[in-house]
């Protein structure tokens, strides 16, 4: 009797901590094939069924469905280019080279991927939309206060991620090689 409740009480426990464990993996994004570049990062097979178990149960879990890998890749960053966690009481900077893509949105979201509401009601940038310098090179202002030129609101005090997507990419068969000067930066410029 007792060798059958020490059994089931190791039983429980391994079950406990394995989902435990998934939970985590889970939650901080771990995955197998991902790709960083700068404070971007990626999983490559996010969209297709190739796409290894953890990014797929956090696809599930958030109910999203990622773009296929004819459709384009999406980044993710949490930090800025110091590898400083990306906070809304602060001002950041996003410029620099982009990738080759037909056209590519920017926008701020939850710790959940969700946007975030914002008196403003803007969420993000298109390639197409974007007001550029005389050189083609662009510059987009993150912070609470409003900017000049390219602003996108942050409609929270607390921590954020920003999403880059690129769409109709010959990047997704060579994801591996981006860098972090194949991205762009984003350059904390001040905490209020």
Known sequence: MLTGVKILVTAALGVGLGLAATNAAVQDGLSFDS????????????GSSKADPYVKAALAREAAIPL?????LSFIASHDSSAQRLSGRCVYVVRGAVPP??????????LHGRPIGNAAERYGFTSAEIVRSENGAFRVVISREARPGNWLPIGTKGPFLLMFRLYD??????VSTLDAHSMPS???????
């Open 68 to 72: 296929g890998l004819a459709e384009g």
């Open 35 to 46: 790709v960083h570049a700068g404070p971007w990062s990626s999983s490559a097979a996010a």
């Open 101 to 110: 893509a037909r056209y590519w949105t920017i926008s701020v979201l939850t």
């Open 169 to 174: 990419t010959p990047v997704t068969s060579t």
């Open 186 to 192: 984003v350059t904390r410029t001040g905490c209020g």
